[in-house]
């Protein structure tokens, strides 16, 4: 498995859970996403953008960087262009890290619906602000190992068929979702939770510890 780690615009706390996430992973900046390397320590290998909002003084180490550059009329954010470049490197697991927050609400929807036709093309992929993760649910059962007490919610992208969620304080068996239901916002973890789904579009939404 080729995993790349993509430093995006959005809010970033780093904890010792994210550290293990991308430990080992390569590393791709998306503009001004290139500023979360200075918090993990960590060099990327290439960083792409229009650098409309690329920070003006780097250390020498970021600076050189080797750059993609777009024009700022261009019809792919920067998070895709991150997203296009790590697969062209072969990349089967991506770390959407950064994905969610920041200033643009329109940018971290689209990471989550990439994330989501990305995960239905075979990719593996996580969105993650170090606070928040998310992870695409497909047609099927999924566990999860987060720990009791830990908030989550089911974001649906569709009307949702078949929906099971073991493991919560307040599970669902085989139920129906209209789209743009409440009804899978703010569970808790208790005990393995363990998500199954018939047929929709969904992603599952956590917060978990951050030891």
């Known amino acids: 498995m080729s995993r790349f780690t993509l430093l995006l615009g959005g809010d970033l706390a780093r904890t010792p859970r994210l550290d293990r996430q991308i430990a080992g992973s390569r590393v791709i900046a998306a503009d001004s996403g290139i500023l979360h390397a200075l918090q993990f320590g960590v060099t990327p290998e290439l960083w792409v953008g229009d650098f409309d909002s690329a920070p003006p003084d780097l250390p020498a180490s970021l600076a050189i960087v080797p750059q993609r550059k777009f024009p700022a009329e261009k019809d792919m954010t920067d998070g895709e262009?991150?997203?296009?470049?790590?697969?062209?490197?072969?990349?089967?697991?991506?770390?959407?890290?950064?994905?969610?927050?920041?200033?643009?609400?329109?940018?971290?929807?689209?990471?989550?619906?990439?994330?989501?036709?990305?995960?239905?093309?075979?990719?593996?992929?996580?969105?993650?602000s170090g606070a928040q993760e998310g992870v695409p649910l497909l047609p099927g059962r999924a566990a999860f190992d987060y720990e009791d007490g830990t908030l989550f919610s089911v974001l649906a992208f569709s009307g949702l068929s078949g929906l099971t969620v073991q493991g919560a304080k307040w599970p669902l068996a085989n139920v129906e979702v209209p789209f743009g239901s409440s009804l899978t916002l703010s569970n808790e973890v208790r005990g393995r939770l363990e998500i199954g789904l018939g047929h929709g579009r969904a992603l599952l939404l956590a917060h978990p510890s951050r030891a």
Request: without cysteine; aromatic residues 4%.
């Open 81 to 128: 262009l991150a997203v296009t470049a790590a697969l062209e490197q072969g990349a089967t697991s991506l770390v959407l890290a950064g994905a969610f927050g920041g200033a643009r609400a329109d940018h971290a929807f689209l990471h989550m619906a990439l994330a989501l036709r990305l995960a239905e093309a075979g990719t593996t992929v996580l969105l993650t």
